[in-house]
């Protein structure tokens, strides 16, 4: 069974950019997490999306959005890059109904330069 | 806001057995969640332990959840350098996001 599968890997961007993130699920996986990863701030939750409506939402500025698909595959998108948001990026899926289990990808670190 | 507490570091020996500790104020925690990250990679999850139990084995690890303190515990018996790792505790309260710790970094010298 295919994990929880995270593009690219790395990247790195200018201030100002923008740039989109995407995950893809463990098949079945209905739900979708997003955190924030860095070494001041530790794991931030950003959104969390099940069946393509947003359920949860983090304490992020508006230039952090994201979306869900019909397939269940989720995407990221950081508008006018800042340098703070130098991070990983994870994505986490989870069996809505079975009680636990978040399950990791194995994130995206992004560079802001 | 909900919060989970983590000591930083942790160093035991090749073949002891390490013993990391969490806090958490959640009262209507579901699930207790251990994770590890290794250098580079995401979150692995190691094992998770219901809020009704005291007690959890799985091969080398033992969770022991003080639900009366909000304390819970991860031990990890004959520890390996591979066991070298940061160790997440994070609390799961169904349908609030995961609060995670900040980690604990664990170091076993040979």
């Known amino acids: 069974k295919a994990g929880v599968t995270q593009t690219p890997r790395y990247l790195i961007k200018t201030r100002g950019q923008q740039v989109t993130l995407s995950c893809s699920p463990i098949?079945?996986?209905?739900?979708v997490s997003w955190y924030q990863q860095t070494p001041g701030q530790g794991l931030q939750f950003l959104f969390e999306?099940?069946?393509?409506?947003?359920?949860n939402k983090g304490n992020f500025p508006g230039r952090f959005s994201g979306r869900q698909f019909s397939n269940s595959r989720s995407e990221m998108n950081v508008s006018t890059l800042e340098l703070g948001d130098s991070a990983l990026y994870l994505c986490?899926?989870?069996?809505?109904?079975?009680?636990?289990?978040?399950?990791f990808g194995s994130g995206t670190r992004l560079t802001v330069v | 806001g909900e919060d989970v507490e983590q000591s930083l570091f942790l160093s035991v020996r090749e073949g002891d057995s390490s013993v990391i500790n969490c806090t958490y104020t959640?009262?209507?925690?579901?699930?207790l969640y251990w994770y590890k990250q290794e250098p580079g990679a995401g979150l692995q999850l190691l094992t998770y332990?219901?809020?009704?139990?005291d007690m959890k084995q799985d091969q080398r690890l033992t969770v022991l959840l003080n639900k009366k303190d909000k304390h819970l515990s991860l031990r990890i018996a004959d520890t390996q350098t591979g066991d070298s790792a940061i160790y997440f505790c994070?609390?799961?309260?169904?349908?609030?996001?995961?609060?995670f710790g900040k980690g604990t970094r664990l170091s076993v010298i040979a």
């Open positions: 332990i219901f809020s009704n139990m």
């Open positions: 098949s079945g996986h209905r739900s």
């Open positions: 959640d009262s209507s925690s579901t699930y």
């Open positions: 994070a609390d799961d309260s169904g349908n609030t996001p995961l609060v």
């Open positions: 986490a899926s989870t069996p809505v109904g079975e009680g636990y289990g978040y399950t």
């Open positions: 999306y099940f069946s393509e409506t947003q359920r």
